[in-house]
């Protein structure tokens, strides 16, 4: 049961363009979303999250937007960078359960 | 945020034979927890290492193939026992002090069993 769901293994995109990077839940009482970025040989670190409370965070270049009538949430990084290739997970919790589940993660991959 | 030390990085074990994996944090964290992560999978979590007392396993995973420890805040061990080529994984250790965003991860362990 795949309560986090990142359908897209990969993506390509060009240096300077946006990156639009999604994930889909199952689970209607998660509350609070996370996006981690793993770089080869390292563990992941956290990037940015979003309360069920809001619908968009913006850190930077990085915003996250959450569509809890759709269950869907998606990371925006604009303008690309080489520096971002890296795998993205995005993750949910239930407020009090401390735990983390995660999506199978997706390759993003910036091309110069 | 909390810094993680993980050893080994990485290890080439015999089917039947038994890993230990530490996990050491800079500072005393509340929460602490070990996951795995499969070829072109998930991280899934195994289980919340609890301080003082026993772990807390997810469905699917069980104290006797994987034992852990956790004598204080700031330290803890999974072991891998009785391994087999299907435990070939990352195995990914987590702390911190509240809910996902203060949470750090260790390097990984990169288990091989063959």
């Known amino acids: 049961d795949q309560q986090v769901k990142q359908n897209s293994p990969s993506l390509s995109v060009q240096e300077g363009r946006i990156s639009i990077l999604n994930c889909d839940y199952t689970?209607?009482?998660?509350?609070?979303f996370l996006w981690y970025k793993k770089y080869p040989a390292e563990g992941p670190t956290f990037l940015i999250s979003i309360s069920s409370i809001k619908d968009k965070n913006e850190d930077g270049r990085f915003t996250v937007f959450l569509n809890k009538s759709a269950k869907h949430l998606s990371l925006h990084i604009v303008p690309s960078q080489p520096g971002d290739s890296a795998v993205y997970f995005c993750?949910?919790?239930?407020?009090?359960?401390?735990?983390?589940?995660f999506g199978q993660g997706t390759r993003l991959t910036i091309n110069p | 945020s909390a810094v993680i030390s993980q050893k080994p990085s990485r290890d080439i074990c015999q089917r039947g034979t038994s890993l230990t994996i530490q996990c050491q944090v800079d500072s005393q964290v509340t929460m602490m927890f070990w996951y795995r992560q499969q070829p072109g999978q998930s991280l899934t979590l195994i289980a919340t290492?609890?301080?003082?007392?026993?772990?807390?396993?997810e469905s699917g995973f069980v104290i006797d193939k994987f034992p852990i420890s956790r004598p204080n805040l700031t330290f803890s061990t999974l072991t891998v026992s009785n391994m087999s080529p299907e435990d070939s994984s990352i195995y990914l250790c987590?702390?911190?002090?509240?809910?996902?965003?203060?949470?750090?991860f260790g390097s990984g362990t990169r288990l091989t069993v063959v």
């Open positions: 290492a609890n301080q003082g007392s026993e772990a807390t396993y």
């Open positions: 993750a949910a919790s239930l407020q009090g359960a401390q735990k983390l589940v």
């Open positions: 689970n209607s009482m998660f509350d609070y």
């Open positions: 987590s702390a911190g002090a509240s809910g996902g965003k203060g949470y750090t």
